[in-house]
């Protein structure tokens, strides 16, 4: 290892492995990051549909209320006649609350379940930033590992050179006890 063209291409040889994992690790964290966005948009898709779902059955139960509360006050009016009129404003009163407090109970329940869609829909967000920092973090420590790597080849044939025993007058005859 002491002489220069064996050093040489140690260090070579220890430059395109440090660059071959530097394309790996950026390959591999792009990948990462392209299947953490793949199932966020996956995961939002989801809560955006389920958004959609609860408060189309809102509508639905407050649809249905609605038909029950016409149906009741339409039977009111034709029994008007034979109600006095403190016993109707009585009736038409306690079918009003009802009526109202089961569509606050159902705006309520929608609320409630739009926000835990929501809130799911932040959390997926966040899980890809997690992987994403994950990943890019995980690319950086593989390519400072080649790169410390190739560091310490070069260093190390670096050294190999310098301390290598130089032999002066390889074949030539000059200097040697048999040429003079």
């Given at each position: 290892m002491g002489d220069p063209v064996t050093a040489g291409l140690m260090i070579a040889g220890s430059i395109a492995s440090t660059v071959m994992t530097t394309v790996s690790a950026n390959a591999q964290a792009k990948a990462e990051f392209e299947a953490a966005e793949a199932q966020r948009?996956?995961?939002e898709q989801e809560a955006l549909r389920g958004i959609a779902q609860e408060q189309q059955e809102g509508l639905e139960q407050q649809s249905d209320i609605m038909r029950?509360?016409?149906?009741?006050?339409g039977a009111v009016q034709a029994s008007e006649n034979s109600?006095?009129?403190?016993?109707?404003?009585?009736?038409?009163l306690s079918g009003a609350y009802d009526l109202y407090q089961g569509l606050g109970r159902i705006d309520e329940q929608t609320a409630r379940d739009v926000s835990f869609k929501e809130s799911q829909q932040?959390?997926?967000?966040?899980?890809q930033r997690t992987?994403?920092?994950?990943?890019?973090?995980?690319?950086?420590?593989?390519?400072?590992?080649?790169v410390g790597s190739t560091l310490k080849t070069t260093v190390s044939s670096g050294m190999s050179v310098y301390n290598a025993p130089s032999i002066p007058d390889r074949g030539t005859g000059v200097g040697s006890a048999g040429g003079q």
């Open positions: 948009k996956a995961e029950s509360a016409q149906k009741e006050l109600l006095a009129q403190s016993s109707l404003g009585t009736f038409l932040a959390d997926a967000i966040s899980r992987r994403g920092v994950q990943a890019a973090g995980k690319a950086r420590q593989q390519i400072s590992k080649a």
